[in-house]
């Protein structure tokens, strides 16, 4: 028991006790929660919402499919999900409910209530049955979960036979070269920007760190086959600054 309770984990480059990482990263996220669809523009050059199109195309929603989008945040996946749909239903879980406030406050949000849940909820231990949902989907959002592989395995419970996972993070460039303009852009714009437009540069420092802290597309790859997924495989996005994984729970 001793030995789980002082485990450790990282938070950005900083060494932590794994019981400190959620609400830590819970304080991230609601410093910044206000601001941080205006930030993803921001940060990505608007190209955020290039990639978000790109996981719709791949995943190719049908009509009266369930999804659950974890660490939905504002509902930017969710939105997109419901529009390609046509007809379904979408719950929103986000372990911040300020960010989930914001998604609730958005336009859209109006116009699909009676098909949107909103949820507070850890993404290692999600509130809901076995083989509930058709589709789960977690954007930029799992390196912030304190152990990410009982996170695919709750995936992988909560879905159906025949349900897929799709996962879209950011990732490391394969090029040394592009990698190292990569980090010199990071490290010096994101955590300025973040100081001027949230007043917050820690956090935007902290979630730069949390980037290199994730692992690698083949790494994250294995991590999906050894929660049960199947025909498992990625496609990078913008040279692998942003990278796309999918499974399916045969």
Same mark, same amino acid.
């Given at each position: 028991?001793?030995?789980?309770?002082?485990?450790?984990?990282?938070?950005?480059?900083?060494?932590?006790?794994?019981?400190?990482?959620?609400?830590?990263?819970?304080? #991230?996220?609601?410093?910044?929660?206000?601001?941080?669809?205006?930030?993803?523009?921001?940060?990505?050059?608007? *190209? &955020?919402? !290039?990639?978000?199109?790109?996981?719709?195309?791949?995943?190719?929603?049908?009509?009266?499919?369930?999804?659950?989008?974890? %660490?939905? /945040?504002?509902?930017?996946?969710?939105?997109?999900?419901?529009?390609?749909?046509?007809? /379904? &239903? %979408?719950?929103?879980?986000?372990?911040?409910?300020?960010?989930?406030?914001?998604?609730?406050?958005?336009?859209?949000?109006?116009?699909? #209530?009676?098909?949107?849940?909103?949820? *507070?909820?850890?993404?290692?231990?999600?509130?809901?049955?076995?083989?509930?949902?058709?589709?789960?989907?977690?954007?930029?959002?799992?390196?912030? #979960?304190?152990?990410?592989?009982? %996170?695919?395995?709750?995936?992988?419970? *909560?879905?159906?036979?025949?349900?897929? !996972?799709?996962?879209?993070?950011?990732?490391?460039?394969? #090029?040394?070269?592009?990698?190292?303009?990569?980090?010199?852009?990071?490290?010096?714009?994101?955590?300025? $920007?973040?100081?001027? !437009?949230?007043?917050?540069? &820690?956090?935007?420092?902290?979630?730069?760190?949390?980037?290199?802290?994730?692992?690698?597309?083949?790494?994250? =790859?294995? $991590?999906?086959?050894?929660?049960?997924?199947?025909?498992?495989?990625?496609?990078?996005?913008? =040279? /692998?600054?942003?990278? =796309?994984?999918?499974?399916?729970?045969?």
């Amino acid at each position: 028991m001793s030995k789980t309770l002082n485990k450790e984990t990282h938070f950005g480059f900083e060494t932590i006790n794994e019981k400190e990482k959620a609400g830590r990263v819970q304080g #991230v996220f609601n410093s910044v929660a206000s601001k941080y669809d205006v930030m993803n523009d921001v940060m990505s050059l608007g *190209v &955020h919402r !290039i990639w978000k199109d790109m996981m719709m195309d791949w995943l190719a929603p049908r009509s009266d499919q369930k999804l659950l989008d974890v %660490a939905g /945040g504002t509902g930017d996946i969710a939105f997109r999900f419901l529009k390609r749909s046509g007809f /379904g &239903h %979408a719950t929103v879980l986000d372990l911040t409910s300020s960010m989930l406030t914001e998604g609730q406050n958005r336009a859209e949000a109006e116009q699909m #209530v009676n098909q949107i849940d909103w949820v *507070v909820g850890d993404a290692m231990h999600l509130p809901f049955e076995d083989n509930v949902f058709d589709v789960y989907t977690i954007s930029f959002g799992i390196r912030n #979960v304190t152990r990410p592989q009982e %996170a695919l395995e709750e995936a992988y419970r *909560v879905l159906k036979p025949g349900g897929r !996972i799709m996962v879209l993070e950011f990732s490391q460039i394969p #090029v040394p070269l592009g990698q190292w303009f990569y980090d010199r852009y990071s490290f010096n714009f994101i955590p300025k $920007m973040g100081e001027i !437009i949230t007043n917050d540069r &820690h956090s935007y420092q902290y979630l730069v760190e949390s980037i290199r802290k994730f692992p690698d597309q083949e790494t994250f =790859l294995g $991590m999906i086959k050894s929660a049960g997924f199947e025909n498992a495989k990625y496609r990078n996005l913008s =040279l /692998g600054i942003a990278c =796309l994984h999918s499974g399916w729970k045969i």
